[in-house]
């Protein structure tokens, strides 16, 4: 505890009265000054005690003491010692009844009594309050380091949530809760989430402040250079003490080392994800299984999915990529979960794509469909999903995912399942510039052929196609004989040039047929 009046007054050595201000003498005391200016206040910093002999002050005017009083209180003093026995054998009645009236701490100090020996006093209470908080900072981060060593970040933030006497959480870079103590603060710390977002945007190290008096809480960013790797919130019902800052600060390095050391070995966790991943590529499950051991090996031996994401743009980006983003989500989500999750990035320097192995029906499937739907400007990712598979078919579901990518991106969507492509009808993957060019060049001279007035080849074509061949029913659609519909036909081969007893030429102008629709007629 810092030195207050009231330690003061109980200093044996001092001899101090209290004469007003009796209270207020909890005020702690930042320091001793002697003054025997009329207006001191220029010099003042505030939490100072005040010494005087009055030598300057016309002590015995009321209206004038009113007026330094109030100007003293103003600048923050919080008490005036006025010597006895020098300029006045007591303290003048003028200044006694504002000191009253202002409620200001007024002590009258005896002559015997220096004011060296009180500066000295608040001096060595300063020094020794500043000892005993130096030396509980120094225990709180030898506690809060055999926690981080025995037990984890968990241990971390409830040693520090005691040492501040109020609650301590841990969070991701996502804004989640990792860790809270005490338990009844977890509701407190997922209201923070938003505040945390916004933390994370700034470069590390930052900090903020949010909350009124009674619950103030302190955001601290972890994470070195630039990059925040996640956030520390303290919630107290007072600004934080030196000894408590020793505590929080030690729980921030202690945290971001935790952080930083888990960095290091999720990437020795992708380069041996990349290598379990070539092995299910090339058909080599068992050996996949054997190098992925217990980090990866529950993952393999059930039900999976494959997903492939892209940048949508290939414009260079600032600062952390869109990938970089969603792959963080992703592990966020698999720890917060329980979960196993094989994240290998793919390219120059992993910048180019971002393959995932993830449990079927899992949180990181999960995520990835929140993070494809979520409200943004512009897509910043495209990503394609496989179909639910295993170690056996695990390259036959990279297609799958690649597929599926592929219709994302030509479809100006975020997220495309094979299975939606399984499901739905082909037609719509032909929604292309480029096959619709096809379609019009395959079918241009029969619609100008039409267009001349001398016969109806494009109806009769698709009327022709839709019956599969059938001379009489394909006649009855349009109306007409079944000798016009083989003339007609005719008319078709020789304009194009193509049999029409060729499969595939029926496949491309069926197909040609309902990418134009009418449009061109």
Not at 118 to 129: C, E, F, L, P, Q
Not at 170 to 182: F, K
Request: charged share 25%.
């Amino acid at each position: 505890m810092p030195p207050t009046l009231a330690s003061l007054v109980q200093h044996s050595a001092l001899k101090l009265i209290v004469r007003a201000g009796e209270d207020r003498l909890g005020t702690p005391v930042r320091w001793a000054h002697v003054s025997e200016l009329a207006d001191p206040v220029p010099y003042m910093e505030g939490g100072e005690l005040l010494l005087t002999t009055a030598l300057t002050l016309d002590a015995e005017d009321p209206e004038a003491m009113r007026r330094y009083v109030r100007r003293l209180l103003g600048a923050g003093v919080v008490g005036l010692g006025f010597a006895v026995g020098v300029n006045y054998d007591e303290i003048p009645g003028a200044l006694l009844a504002a000191a009253r009236e202002e409620h200001l701490p007024l002590l009258e100090v005896p002559r015997r009594t220096p004011f060296l020996a009180i500066s000295k006093a608040v001096s060595a209470a300063i020094a020794a309050d500043q000892y005993r908080a130096v030396t509980a900072g120094f225990e709180a981060q030898r506690e809060l380091t055999r926690a981080a060593l025995a037990e984890g970040p968990d241990a971390v933030v409830a040693r520090l949530a005691a040492h501040v006497d109020g609650w301590a959480a841990l969070y991701d870079t996502s804004g989640a809760v990792l860790a809270v103590s005490p338990e009844w603060a977890a509701r407190r710390a997922a209201r923070l989430t938003p505040d945390v977002e916004r933390l994370r945007d700034r470069p590390a190290p930052a900090s903020a402040v949010v909350g009124g008096t009674d619950d103030r809480v302190e955001l601290q960013s972890l994470g070195t250079g630039r990059r925040v790797r996640g956030a520390l919130a303290v919630g107290t019902g007072a600004p934080l003490g030196t000894a408590e800052r020793y505590a929080v600060h030690s729980a921030i390095a202690l945290l971001t080392l935790t952080t930083e050391r888990s960095r290091s070995l999720q990437a020795a966790e992708q380069r041996l994800g990349a290598a379990v991943l070539r092995m299910l590529l090339a058909g080599q499950p068992d050996h996949a299984r054997g190098v992925a051991g217990d980090l990866y090996g529950g993952l393999l031996d059930a039900p999976f999915r494959l997903l492939i994401a892209e940048p949508a743009s290939s414009e260079p980006r600032e600062g952390e990529t869109p990938l970089a983003v969603f792959a963080e989500s992703l592990e966020a989500a698999a720890a917060r979960a329980g979960e196993s999750v094989l994240t290998v990035p793919e390219g120059p320097e992993g910048g180019e794509r971002l393959v995932v192995l993830a449990g079927d029906g899992g949180a990181v499937v999960a995520a990835c469909e929140a993070y494809a739907n979520r409200d943004a400007e512009e897509t910043e990712l495209v990503v394609g999903l496989s179909a639910p598979t295993g170690p056996i078919a695990a390259s036959a579901a990279y297609k799958q995912a690649e597929q599926a990518l592929s219709v994302a991106r030509r479809r100006g969507r975020s997220l495309v399942e094979h299975e939606e492509l399984a499901a739905g009808s082909v037609l719509p993957l032909l929604a292309d510039d480029a096959v619709r060019a096809f379609a019009d060049g395959l079918l241009r001279a029969l619609y100008e052929h039409d267009a001349t007035g001398r016969g109806d080849l494009v109806a009769s074509l698709r009327a022709w196609l839709s019956r599969h061949g059938q001379w009489d029913a394909a006649a009855a659609d349009l109306g007409v004989h079944r000798h016009t519909l083989r003339y007609r036909m005719r008319r078709v081969e020789e304009i194009l040039g193509r049999s029409l007893d060729d499969p595939d030429v029926r496949m491309e102008l069926w197909l040609a047929l309902k990418t134009t629709g009418t449009g061109a007629e």
